[in-house]
């Protein structure tokens, strides 16, 4: 069974609740989506492997660490990009691995359009970034394709799930752990997580 993360963080709870906000215009929404994703990232990346390092200060030598792991970050296409920017300032190292999918709006199936993965992987562990968990879809078919890949560690990294979303991908990956800011109530009948924040993708791009 997967494990779900729920950040505790009162900054977490504090920007969350501006963000889910009709009050908030794109530009608030889209610093927000950066914000909060940096903090959720923080706590998403804990384990990373470390090695040790002896580092020469003024006055003598320290002990230090680096990262071991090269890290991946793949935003899905297009509401996880606006959460690529604020991880990528902390680890101006990692990868960033576009994966292009949307929802059809009738069915609520994901249909992918954009995949320029190189034919092996050169991370150890991708971090999949998406605002939403709805139906869980979207994240179960890009573990699919990054699994496919040859990736041997991956998280979701999202802001607001469902538990129909967390349901899906326990069962179908429940290798991968999931970080989210918060788990609502429930989807709609059109597949939007309520109460969640509306369209994620329309809010940062101005396009609702
Ligand atoms: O869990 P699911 O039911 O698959 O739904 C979640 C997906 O829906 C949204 O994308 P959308 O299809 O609206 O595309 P967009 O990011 O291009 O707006 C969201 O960003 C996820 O990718
Ligand atoms: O509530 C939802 C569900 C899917 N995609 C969104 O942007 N919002
Ligand atoms: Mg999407």
Redo the contacts with the bound molecule.
Sequence with gaps: MSQVFISQHPLVAHKLAKLRSTQTEPKKFRELVREITILLAYEATADLQIQPVEVQTPLGTAPGAELLEKIGLVP?????LGMVEGIWEMMPSAEVWHIG???DEKT?K?VQYYNKLPTEPRVSVCLIL??????????VATVDILKQWGVRRIKFVGLIGAPE?IHNMQQHHPDVPIHLAAVDDHLNEI?YIVPGLG????RQFGTG
């Design positions: 899905i296409l297009r509401a996880g999918i949307y929802r609520l994901p998406d605002p939403m968990l709805a139906t869980g879809g979207s994240a979303g597949g369209d994620a993708g329309d």
